[in-house]
């Protein structure tokens, strides 16, 4: 073993797609490649894509003089952490209930594998690498279809007494609203996300007898707000407000020295994160948002392949100094 370059398997795995990536014992990315992930086939067929993607890495680190010490694995849906399980199903992912996916890759490699939530795994990688580097207490957000959440306090990430915590997508911020898909209602994704944004405009543009584009987007209703497009602009306004109304809550209750923004929505640009930032300083105690910096993230598609790595390489080091501590 003395001698040999410890290098880190990453492994993001989506409905679509399985992103892989070698990474150094810093965590910067020496190799990276995907694969179609199958997620519409057997649980089974999704391993042999995750097979086949640690093979490809194994053969990468002995090319660059070293050997895969860890592998880290970001998995939508609920992560046990300590067990590194699927706890229930996932929709991203058919026929996946509970499934044992630590257990799995180590009897397939004889390395430790580490599993972790999505949206975890990118808060990780931005603290890390990205936007929030050196920055102890972030929240994360990715904005697409939903909101995807991670909460690092004291440069850890806060996962909850059962592994289901910081669902900030999940917030409650209208009492009684909208009907949610996790059985709340008023949920902050609800009035912040793309489909509130598409669903607003659309509501908007019929109400004044316009017709609107076919299959609308966010980044064609973002387009169309540049254009000067007024009920463009107040379907944005309107996501803007909200999401001012449940940051400054997070703010409120959290007092972190940074907000991250990514995913689809955030690519509207700087100018939109700024109209955030605003929009939660409307609304935030004074203490809690002194000094808060709000910032796009930055890492984009590699996020979950650098917040992988990072898992891995990390929890390699606490395990071996608890090792070393016992001898
Ligand atoms: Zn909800």
Redesign the pocket.
Known sequence: MAGKVQYFAGLDLGGTFLKYALGDHQGAILFKDKLPSRADQSGEQVFQVMFQAVRNLVQEAKKNGGELSAIGVGSPGAIDFEKGRLVGRTPNIKKWADTDIRGTLQDEFSIPVWVDNDANIMALAESRQGAARGVKNVICATLGTGIGGGILIDGELYRGSHFAGA?I??M?IVHNGLP???????????YTAAPAILREYVSRMAANKKTVPEHVTTKIVFQRAAEGEHEANEAIDMAIDYMGTGFASLVNIFNPEMIVIGGGVADAGDAFIARIHKAIELKAMKPAMKGVKVKRAVLGNDAGCVGAISLALEMLQKTNKVVASLI
């Open positions: 669902e997508g999940h409650m949610c898909n996790c059985g709340g209602r008023g949920c902050f994704e609800l």
